[in-house]
């Protein structure tokens, strides 16, 4: 079945240490966005990406870093600049970013910094 | 202004019972409106795209009111599955197809 996997699902970390939340999709979709939701606010966009080695900052970009090296995959860097990581992250696809293009998001990575 | 509004609930009722959410967005240029379901800790999934003309799909009716600038979520015969995280979602152009989510209504349905 095609869709979107993200891991790990739950993800401790340190103050001061970066991580890697995994994202790779099988649904053959050019754009990619990283979303970060924390109770009772909306989802907000960090990075999208509409085509391999091009991506664009969202709307809270600062303190992560994104790759886009394969059509697949769309990693994000959670860096210790980041002042407030502990969220739910969460990865999308969809065919293109013009549209009315449906998202399909995967199943979420819960970071909490320790 | 938020971008996009909810009331957050949660709305509590009874099996069988008929509930509304409504959602409003303040940016008149916004092109396209869905509502996505989230349940508990999960990740968001798309319920129904919202039409200019009203759409229904099973017990779920959503319609736009583009002049007031308001969304709404009908569901008739609430089931306990019904329970979860209704989110208001609006796409704004911004160069690419952007979209702006609510924070959600919360539904809990019991018997």
């Known amino acids: 079945d095609g869709g979107i996997t993200q891991s790990p699902k739950y993800l401790f970390r340190k103050e001061g240490q970066n991580v890697t939340l995994s994202c790779e999709q099988n649904l053959n979709h050019d754009a990619m966005y990283w979303y970060r939701q924390d109770p009772g606010q909306g989802l907000r966009l960090i990075y999208y990406?509409?085509?391999?080695?091009?991506?664009q900052k969202g709307d809270i970009a600062e303190g992560y870093s994104v790759s886009r090296e394969k059509k697949e995959s769309f990693p994000l860097t959670v860096t210790s600049a980041q002042k407030n990581p502990t969220a739910f992250y969460l990865c999308a696809s969809s065919i293109a970013l013009s549209g009315a293009n449906v998202l399909t998001f995967g199943a979420g990575s819960r970071l909490t910094v320790l | 202004r938020k971008e996009v509004e909810q009331d957050p609930g949660p709305f509590n009722v009874p099996e069988g019972a008929t509930v509304a959410f409504n959602c409003t967005y303040s940016?008149?240029?916004?092109?396209?409106f869905f509502w996505y379901r989230q349940d508990c800790r999960k990740e968001p999934k798309l319920l129904m795209s919202?039409?200019?003309s009203g759409n229904e799909d099973g017990r779920f009716t959503a319609q736009l009111n583009r002049a007031s600038q308001y969304i709404s979520l009908l569901i008739r015969d609430s089931k306990l599955s019904d329970s979860a995280t209704y989110l208001c979602?609006?796409?704004?152009?911004?160069?690419?197809?952007?979209?702006?989510f609510g924070t959600g209504t919360r539904l809990l349905v019991s018997p």
């Open positions: 990406s509409q085509i391999v080695n091009d991506f």
């Open positions: 919202v039409y200019s």
């Open positions: 940016n008149s240029a916004s092109q396209s």
């Open positions: 979602v609006v796409t704004l152009n911004t160069g690419f197809q952007k979209l702006v």
